[in-house]
């Protein structure tokens, strides 16, 4: 009997010397639903289309993508959000799904609402109603749209380039923002003082919403800036 006592004795001894050294390590999932929104700004411009992307992480599901003060567009993980300038702000809302099926919001985001400005068209770099250089038009041949609240160019889609006839004006077509070779014979052909006239410029917004824009003009001249010495 004293034999077995000590025994017990030896065996809670060993368990304590190992409970001091050990630690036993549980993993435990974390439940709650993670959501993030990309991109990271709260702005929302008119006249085009935002796209937001929704980044889920966590045991539980979405219970749906609601926006008061936008139009929201998609589904799963990928929506568009189109706004005008008749409200200043939007809220976005994200439900989860709870164990029990009900619906809770687990994220919301505000934005604000900016209208957006008309790109900016420059014909070999410069603005309408500008002098534009034969020379520089010879380098650049190109016509550009950027936006300055956002600090972007945006695609040029397409152009229209007016050539006055003695039986009225004509139109040159050109995909892209160059001039192409019909249009670039028509131009050497002007004379200085001419005006060149591009219309029907159609740009891509950001979010892929095509907006055509006003005519440009812009008088030719050539100040020698070719002559050496």
């Known amino acids: 009997m004293r034999k077995s006592g000590m025994f017990i004795l030896f065996v809670l001894h060993a368990f304590s010397s190992f409970a001091q050294d050990s630690a036993l390590i549980f993993k435990v999932r974390d439940p709650e639903m993670k959501v993030s ?14 796209p937001i992307h929704i980044r889920i992480k966590g045991e539980k599901k979405l219970g749906g993508v609601f926006a008061k003060g936008a139009r929201l567009i998609g589904s799963d993980s990928s929506y568009v959000l189109y706004v005008t300038d008749k409200d200043q702000t939007a809220l976005l809302t994200i439900y989860e799904i709870l164990p029990d099926g009900a619906k809770a919001v687990c994220f919301t985001k ?3 609402i900016k209208k957006c400005a008309q790109p900016i068209i420059k014909i070999c770099g410069v603005v309408k109603d500008s002098v534009l250089d034969l020379w520089d038009f010879h380098i650049r041949n190109n016509i550009t749209a950027y936006l300055k609240d956002q600090k972007k160019y945006i695609p040029i889609v397409s152009f229209q380039m007016v050539c006055a006839r003695s039986t009225g004006n004509d139109t040159l077509f050109s995909y892209g923002n160059k001039f192409n070779l019909t249009m670039r014979e028509e131009l ?3 004379k200085p003082g001419s005006t060149l006239t591009i219309c029907n410029i159609e740009v891509l917004l ?16 050539e100040t020698g800036k070719r002559k050496v010495g």
Not at 37 to 50: C, F, K, Y
Not at 211 to 217: E, I, L, N, R, T
């Open 206 to 221: 950001p979010g892929g919403k095509k907006k055509v824009m006003p005519p440009v003009q812009v008088f030719l001249a």
């Open 110 to 112: 505000k934005y604000t």
């Open 188 to 190: 050497f052909r002007m």
């Open 37 to 50: 929104v990309i991109p990271a700004d709260s702005i929302l411009w008119t006249e085009q289309a935002n």
